[in-house]
Nanobody
């Protein structure tokens, strides 16, 4: 239902663009967030974008990362610039996705997680 991609190995100061794609029986996609989890650490919120386009960022990535979305494609992106070794982590996208319930014909929604994509920043 939710697929993250775009991770890889990059040198410090470099850039990467992550993508998050919703698929299947999608009626609407509301809030989309990117989280990251470094080895041995908890999963932390990186950035959020609402259905209306309002954004919020963790202090550690402000000014370097930009979250955006393409509502027509049910997709979101995380542009990461000036990457640092501390940005090394598995990045996950999370989205509130609604589908049409077959019996009631009404939209029902829940949060989904993508499978994660690894970002490695070398010094």
């Amino acid at each position: 239902q939710l697929q993250a991609s775009g991770g890889g190995l990059v040198q410090a100061g470099g850039s990467l663009r992550l993508s998050c794609q919703a698929s299947g029986s999608v009626f609407s996609v509301d809030t989309i967030s990117w989280y990251r989890q470094a080895p041995g650490k908890q999963r932390d919120l990186v950035a959020t974008i609402t259905g209306g386009g309002s954004t919020n960022y963790a202090d550690s990535v402000k000014g370097r990362f930009t979250i955006s979305r393409d509502n027509g494609r049910n997709a979101a992106f995380l542009q990461m610039n000036n990457l640092k070794p501390d940005d090394t982590a598995v990045y996950y996208c999370n989205a509130y996705i609604s589908s049409i319930a077959p019996l009631s014909g009404k939209p029902i929604g829940r949060y989904y997680w993508g499978q994660g994509t690894l970002v490695t920043v070398s010094s």
